[in-house]
């Protein structure tokens, strides 16, 4: 059974530009959750969808939006990057979101902001 | 608001020593209160969750131990191996997401 994938999984972009970052859920799963991880900040929340619904945003600016497909793929949007945009992006997928069930997380997405 | 205050941040046992951390939590509406482990260039990975009805779950050399009244739950590794070594995450959960701690490194030395 093939596990989460993220793609790409590495990314170094400039100061002001726009960057989308794609997750695969595991099948079947149909809800997807985003987080960031920072040395710093440690991991945190980003947003939950859940047939292709927002059910859930963290505390994160504008500039961060996330979209799911019918399929349950994910995609996560930031625009006007910014140096502490910095971090590994990691995609989790689970059966329904609820605590309960497993969040199964991929290997991540290693965005550079230069 | 850090609704979630994990410790240490790092520790060091022995192999076949044991290792506790543990897990503070501010937030009453968390329902469930799961620990994930990370080894480095991967991403989290599930180790072994407690609900809130329950005072204390083990899963072979792992075991998390559970204090509603006092809003805490630790994590203990018995017999702790070389290949434990990661950082482990409590995670405790309500509307669809996880609320992680910052984290504690566990080094287990040969």
């Known amino acids: 059974k093939a596990g989460v994938t993220q793609t790409p999984r590495y990314l170094i972009k400039t100061r002001g530009q726009q960057v989308t970052l794609s997750c695969s859920p595991i099948?079947?799963?149909?809800?997807v959750s985003w987080y960031q991880q920072t040395p710093g900040q440690g991991l945190q929340f980003l947003f939950e969808?859940?047939?292709?619904?927002?059910?859930n945003k963290g505390n994160f600016p504008g500039r961060f939006s996330g979209r799911q497909f019918s399929n349950s793929r994910s995609e996560m949007n930031v625009s006007t990057l910014e140096l502490g945009d910095s971090a590994l992006y990691l995609c989790?997928?689970?059966?329904?979101?609820?605590?309960?069930?497993?969040?199964?997380f991929g290997q991540g997405t290693r965005l550079t902001v230069v | 608001q850090q609704q979630v205050k994990q410790s240490p941040q790092s520790l060091i046992v022995q192999k076949g020593g044991i290792s506790i951390i543990n897990c503070a939590y501010e937030?009453?509406?968390?329902?469930?209160f799961p620990w994930y482990q990370q080894f480095p260039g991967k991403g989290p990975a599930l180790l072994i969750a407690?609900?809130?009805?329950?005072s204390e779950k083990k899963e072979g050399r792992f075991t998390i131990s559970f204090n509603k009244s006092a809003k805490q739950f630790s994590l203990h590794i018995m017999d702790s191996q070389p290949g434990d070594s990661a950082t482990y995450f409590c995670?405790?959960?309500?509307?669809?997401?996880?609320?992680f701690g910052a984290g504690t490194t566990v080094t287990v030395r040969a």
């Open positions: 989790a997928s689970s059966l329904n979101g609820w605590g309960d069930t497993e969040a199964f």
């Open positions: 969808y859940f047939s292709e619904t927002q059910r």
């Open positions: 995670a405790p959960s309500n509307d669809y997401k996880l609320s």
């Open positions: 407690i609900r809130p009805d329950v």
């Open positions: 937030n009453t509406a968390f329902d469930y």
């Open positions: 099948s079947g799963h149909r809800s």
